[in-house]
Each structure stands twice: as structure tokens, then as C-alpha cells.
């Protein structure tokens, strides 16, 4: 399989990360390129093959549902780029 | 007295409890080299003060008898550590100057157990490359060149600064971590021991996140014993990490020098690839007739999904890495780029904060896991991983008690020397490495011996869950017949 210039710019805007023009020839080659590597996955026979869930057999574990940590608002927001108070400003939403 | 930068960490501990000198002379002599020795580019953080205040905090602990594992020993820590009040980015120009008000655990282990940190390593930015060019502090320079060149080469990746600093003699040893063998590669480029432990040995929690099913933290060191020692503070239970297990931590170090008789050592016919120098196939001929020597069993093995390792890779860690970089939106931390509106305030932070590789990873892992794509790609990567594991349960389940292979399929190269058009041309570095991330098992990486131009190669031993103790009796019987290897002082 092979991506053209409409599909790189659906997975960058999907993937939030902003392209130019000018960069999507490159990206496309780029992409294809590892996509056509991977390809040869298509020759291995993985019927009956369940997909990996957790390389080491363990099973979930659990906590109390209890509250263990907070009441640190200063330290929550201290590397935010923009705050207000103790929230994150964000640009606006909702009109 | 001797220059006490070339001390193993066993001699270090040593020096120290005899009190040969203080942990503030040891750290000083380190914060000397790290200043002499900037032209590699190995540290992206020097933490001059703090080392020093740890240090004499260390010292009184060791005057009355208290210190730990690892009292007064200076280490650098790879930029992927969170580090509490100390500037930490992943060498991702989007954590900018974040600075976390809470401590990795795997750190916070080594600062229990006595440490000094001398600041913090370069890498390959969140981790993603095997040359440490993907940096947004730029490239780390090997200590180690060509004999007779001048030519910059890498020091490998992704623990390029972690790898170069403890060869460099600017730290005893070194954190790092190991997605795809970013830890093993660089290990074998610098001519020191690298281990990528069982997943789940090492807590993950506070490490920045690459690819959260492959990932460990392990140490790089400059001894076999050295990078035990490490191990042992490294390791343990995390309750902050849910695929933490909850085993004991064995004593690694008294692995060292345990006798490997009888031991079965598989050698897998799958890792000689055709075009493979002939160098690297004569230092595996020559790895395995050591532990021929040291008594071990070589048996010819078999694991034939071995091929499809690291195309299965170039699935999962992308997709894994596409999710875990969602959260770089420049709300929270980090770097914000203004746009109209909310969305292009996040496109344009990640067009900006993002390097070339890191955009182009995330983007195929968006690709693989979206609708229409997820089965024929993802799921079926994960399918072929389930393969590739059960090959090496196979092996084990044989009475194999671990395999040997080449670490890498070259030496190191030369600085821009791979960064074609096709990235698939640096991912291949990995191609020997990136099986045992896939399967979860533990690795090492140890020097073995120089190519013609002499340069370092490294072997690499893969052991049986949570048996990184056989790793450390084999490893130590390939370091006492290769010796070691130290770089001349040439910066």
C-alpha cells in the first residue's frame, strides 16, 4: 500500500501536526518508504495467531480507589505556557 | 594518585570506603572532564552545583558508616529521566524548558542508594533514532574515531550521550533506555556494556514515553560488574507503573565470575545475514569459542520470524509513540506556537516543536491505526510479535540458556553519513537488537573486540525472563577474554 499527497495531509491534520505544501512531496516519499518495508509482513501466515496484548504474562493490577495524591495545583499548571489562575488558558473554543 | 575518572564504579566504592578520597573529589575530577570534554556534545544539562551538594551530603553519610549501594558514585542521566527541579526534555525542542516537580523512579532508586548526577545526557530526541543526530541539541560526537581520521562519527542512538560520556570517562555510568536497541547499539559503538533489561524490571514511570510496550530503562557502564552494580539499583517494584513486576531483585553482582559450564548457548543461524562484514562474523566465531572455552554448550539455533522483527517494529513503536505524543499540545507544558484557534494552535506547536523524525513517526503511527488501516497493519504487527516471542520460547524451552549474536551489523559510522532520503537505511542498525524489545526479553551488549580500522564491535547475549544474571556470568567471560577497550584522548 502507498499514500498519496491527499492521504498525507489527512494524517498530518489527524496527527495535529501542521504541513505545508511544499513538504508533502517529501513526506509522501518518506512515508511510502517505510510502508513499503513493512510490506513484507504481508507474506508471514498469522492465522490462528492471537495479536500481542502484554509481552510478560501478568495480569492487571489494581489499586484502592482511593484519592493517594493532589493539592498540588501550583505544581500542576508551574510549566504551562499560559495560565490564569490555576488554569491553563487555552485559545478560545466556544463562541 | 591515579586519575580517579578512569576508576571503574568497583574501584570507586572501594576508593571510597578505604577513603583513598571523598566523593567530592571523585565528582570534581568528573565535573573536570565533562568541561574538558564539550566538544562532544554528550551532556545537554551540566548540574556542576548540585552534584557537588550531593556529594558532600554523600560524604558525611559515608563518615558515619551510613552511605549505600552506590554512595558517592557520580552518574549522568539520560535527558528521558525526569529529574525534580532539574531541566528535562527529552532533547525535544517541544518539552522546551520544562522542569518537573517530581522524580523518575528508576533516578530516585540510585539517589536512595547513594549516587551523585552530574547532569544530564544527550539523546535522540524522545528517544527516536540509532546515531544521536535526532537531537534538538544537535549530534553527540564518539570518543572513538577511525585510526589515522579525523572523521566525526556517532556515538549511536538513541543513548548516544549516555553511551559517549561513560566511554569518554565524564561519568562512572550512565542511565539510559532501550525501545529498539537504544541501548545495545550505542553500548557497542562506544566499547562499553550495555543492558536492556526484562520489561517490566525497571519501573517506567517519569521516564518520558516512546513506544510504553518496548521501553526499559537500563544502565551503561564500563565493566560487566560496573553495569550490575547499576542494575541493582535500578530495578525493582513500582506500584506507579502497572507493568512493573513484583519480584525480588536479585544481587546481580555475585553473577560475575559464576561459572557458565554447561551452560547452552544458542547460536541463531537467522542473524547472519547475507553482505554481513566479515568482521563481525569472525568476533561472533570468536564470542562463541570463548564460551566454548569457559566451558558453555553451542547449539545451532533457530528463529525464523526473525526478519519480520523489525518491520513489526516499525508498526507498533510508531503507533505506540503516535498515542504517547498526543499530549504535546502546548497547553500543559512546553511550547506553545499561537494559531486562530485551538486546532491550529496544536498543529502549529507540533509542527514546530516536533524534529523531522519525530513528524514522520507520528504520522505513520496515525496512519496505522486509522480506521481502514488498523487490521492490516497494527493488528497483524502484533500478530507477528506474538510470533517472533513464541520463537524464542521454543528456543528456551529447549534447555537454551542464552543467545548469542552480533550487537550491530557495522561499527559506527560518520555524522550525516546515513541521513538519506530512504530512513529505512537507519532503522536497519536495530536489525539484531530490536527482536528482544519485541519479545520483552532482557540483552546485552558487551565489546568484544576492534574492526580493522579499529573501531569497537560489541556481542550481544539474550537471555530467559527476568535471568539477567546469566547475562552478567556470560558477559563477564567475554570481557575477561577480549579485555576492555578505552577510547585514546584525542579532545
Sequence with gaps: MSVDATTVRRIAHLARIAVTEAEVPHLQGELNAMLAFVEQLSEVNVDGVEPMTSVTPMEMKKRPDVVNDGEIPDDIVRNAPETQNHFFLVPKVVE | ?491
Aim: hydrophobic residues 40%; glycine residues 10%.
Design chain 2, 1 to 491: 594518585m591515579t586519575d580517579l575518572t578512569s576508576l571503574t564504579i568497583a574501584e570507586a566504592r572501594e576508593g571510597l570506603a578505604n577513603k583513598s578520597f571523598t566523593s567530592l573529589e571523585l565528582t570534581d575530577a568528573h565535573l573536570a572532564a565533562i568541561e574538558a570534554a564539550r566538544s562532544l556534545n554528550a551532556f545537554v544539562l551540566e548540574t556542576p552545583e548540585k552534584a557537588r551538594d550531593m556529594a558532600r551530603a554523600i560524604d558525611a553519610k559515608i563518615a558515619k558508616g551510613e552511605g549505600g549501594p552506590l554512595a558517592g558514585i557520580p552518574l549522568g542521566i539520560k535527558d528521558l529521566f525526569s529529574t525534580r527541579d532539574v531541566r528535562t526534555t527529552a532533547c525535544s525542542k517541544i518539552l522546551g524548558n520544562f522542569v518537573p516537580p517530581y522524580e523518575s523512579t528508576v533516578t530516585s532508586q540510585l539517589w536512595r542508594d547513594g549516587a551523585v548526577m552530574l547532569g544530564k545526557l544527550n539523546n535522540d530526541e524522545f528517544a527516536m533514532g540509532s546515531a544521536n543526530e535526532t537531537s534538538c541539541f544537535g549530534p553527540v560526537v564518539n570518543p572513538w574515531r577511525r585510526e589515522g581520521s579525523n572523521t566525526t562519527l556517532v556515538p549511536g542512538g538513541s543513548s548516544g550521550g549516555s553511551a559517549s560520556a561513560v566511554a569518554a570517562l565524564l561519568c562512572m555510568g550512565a542511565t539510559a533506555t532501550d525501545t529498539g536497541g537504544s541501548i545495545r547499539q550505542p553500548a557497542a559503538f562506544t566499547a562499553t556494556v550495555g543492558v536492556k533489561p526484562t520489561y517490566g524490571r525497571c519501573s517506567r514511570w517519569g521516564i518520558v514515553a516512546f513506544a510504553s510496550s518496548l521501553d526499559q530503562a537500563g544502565p551503561i557502564a564500563r565493566t560487566n560488574r560496573d553495569a550490575a552494580i547499576l542494575m541493582r539499583s535500578m530495578a525493582g517494584h513500582d506500584p506507579k507503573d502497572s507493568t512493573s513486576v513484583d519480584r525480588a531483585v536479585p544481587d546481580y553482582e555475585a553473577a560475575i565470575g559464576k561459572s557458565v559450564k554447561g551452560m547452552k548457548i544458542g547460536i541463531p543461524k537467522e542473524y547472519r545475514l547475507d553482505g554481513m562484514p566479515t568482521e563481525i562474523e569472525k568476533l561472533w566465531s570468536e564470542g562463541a569459542a570463548w564460551l566454548k572455552a569457559a566451558g558453555a554448550e553451542l547449539v545451532d539455533v533457530s528463529l525464523p520470524h526473525t526478519k519480520y522483527a523489525l518491520p513489526a517494529y516499525y508498526i507498533v513503536a510508531p503507533a505506540e509513540a503516535s498515542s504517547n505524543l498526543a499530549r504535546y499540545d502546548g497547553v500543559r507544558y512546553g511550547l506553545r506556537e499561537q494559531g486562530r484557534n485551538i486546532t491550529e494552535m496544536y498543529e502549529n506547536t507540533r509542527a514546530e516543536g516536533f524534529g523531522a523524525e519525530v513528524r514522520r513517526r507520528v504520522m505513520i503511527g496515525t496512519y496505522v491505526l486509522s480506521a481502514g488501516y488498523y487490521d492490516a497493519y497494527y493488528i497483524r504487527a502484533q500478530k507477528v510479535r506474538t510470533l517472533i516471542k513464541k520463537d524464542f520460547e521454543d528456543c528456551f524451552a529447549k534447555g537454551i540458556n542464552a543467545i548469542l549474536t552480533p550487537a550491530t551489523p557495522s561499527a559506527a559510522f560518520g555524522v550525516g553519513e546515513k541521513a538519506g532520503a530512504d530512513p529505512v537505511e537507519m532503522y536497519l542498525n536495530d536489525i539484531f537488537t530490536v527482536t528482544v524489545n519485541m519479545a520483552g526479553l532482557p540483552g546485552i551488549a558487551v565489546p568484544a573486540g576492534k574492526d580493522a580500522q579499529g573501531l569497537p564491535l560489541g556481542l550481544q547475549l539474550i537471555g530467559r525472563p527476568f535471568d539477567e544474571e546469566t547475562l552478567f556470568s556470560l558477559g563477564e567471560v567475554v570481557e575477561q577474554a577480549a579485555g576492555r577497550f578505552t577510547p585514546p584522548r584525542w579532545w
